[in-house]
């Protein structure tokens, strides 16, 4: 597995060179994922001085003969940063490979030994709902405006945030800084309630709202609403 390290705008010095090449365990990355071709180690660094605790960012890419994996990280220097992005990609390979151990279907129960095996499972019958018995068992509660059966798996969760405008831009940054798939944000542009999240590969997705515009579709008796995709 080749490792490359770069920098962007910036110098790599040898020392850091030698040490993402101990860091970056080629036989641990393998054992998550057999088919890793090599590893793109990218240096950047951040001159404004309001940022100087995330002032350098590491960025490692892994090609495979499947789909490219990308984590990123920024801290007060390089060594820091590498260490976060190296645990977000080791994290995601988990998962990728937890998928595929799943889709081949090692440790599945079949319907009908699920009984068996966990206690106090629901029974069906025969046109897949609950026998009398167990829907009587089954306790309601009322969360809001919602009714919910049995004890979950349903979290309401309500959270408000202060959000300054910002570019699409920073808000890919934020995004890749935090690790998460999506990001809402307040575009500087056009004022509106955003979301941008990632698609596939290299390739991002954004999602404003027009709260004027959903007014008219709501009188118009037209919903409105999106999904992350397409």
Known sequence: MDIVVKGRKTEVPERFRKHVAEKLNPERIQKLDAKVISLDVEVSKEHNPRQA????????????????????????DAYAALDLAQDKLEARLRKQHDKRYTRRGNGRLSAAEVADVVPGVAQLNGNGQFTEEQADAIPTTRIGSLEVQGEGPLIVREKTHSAAPMSLDQALYEMELVGHDFYLFVDSDTKMPSVVYRRHGYDYGVIHLNADEASSSAESGAGAGGALGG
Not at 53 to 76: K, Q, Y
């Open 53 to 76: 605790d995330r002032s350098d960012r590491v960025e490692i890419t892994l090609h495979s003969r499947g789909p490219v994996i990308r984590a990123e990280a920024a801290a007060a």
